[in-house]
């Protein structure tokens, strides 16, 4: 059942040494963080400031990664390269309509991962 799912904990694990306590801490910080990218991309666009939006895309690829979502880190180091050179345009929204989409799903998945970290 795990391959359905978008999140992959494998490189939280590693990088927290099996360390619970700050695992939890960084998926609290995906939770407080996330939502703020989604709104952050979107009025970005709205606005066609191309560099913030290409910064923005960077740091949420961060945060993606860290939860092992590789795919949508591609979508988002794509957004990040194509909007520092204002191309590509027409993709913009695409990508930042499969991020809410996606990260709204992580957040679900995340929050079921949270429940079982607490219970170990």
Do not use: C
Not at 13 to 22: D, L, P, R, T, Y
Not at 40 to 63: C, M, N, P, R, V
Not at 71 to 81: I, V
Request: proline share 1%; net charge negative; aromatic share 8%.
């Amino acid at each position: 059942m795990s391959k359905d799912k978008l999140t992959n904990l494998s490189y939280l694990e590693e990088i927290s040494n099996g360390n619970k306590e700050f695992m939890l801490e960084l998926i609290d910080m995906f939770f407080e963080q996330i939502p703020e990218y989604q709104q952050l991309l979107q009025e970005l666009y709205d606005k066609k400031d191309w560099i913030q939006l290409g910064k923005t895309a960077h740091k949420a690829k961060s945060s993606i990664l860290m939860m092992g979502i590789k795919d949508l880190a591609a979508m988002l180091k794509r957004l990040e390269e194509n909007a520092k050179d204002g191309i590509n345009i027409n993709e913009y929204s695409e990508i930042i309509a499969k991020f809410v989409s996606d990260s709204a799903t992580a957040i679900s998945e995340l929050e079921e991962a949270r429940k079982e970290i607490t219970k170990i």
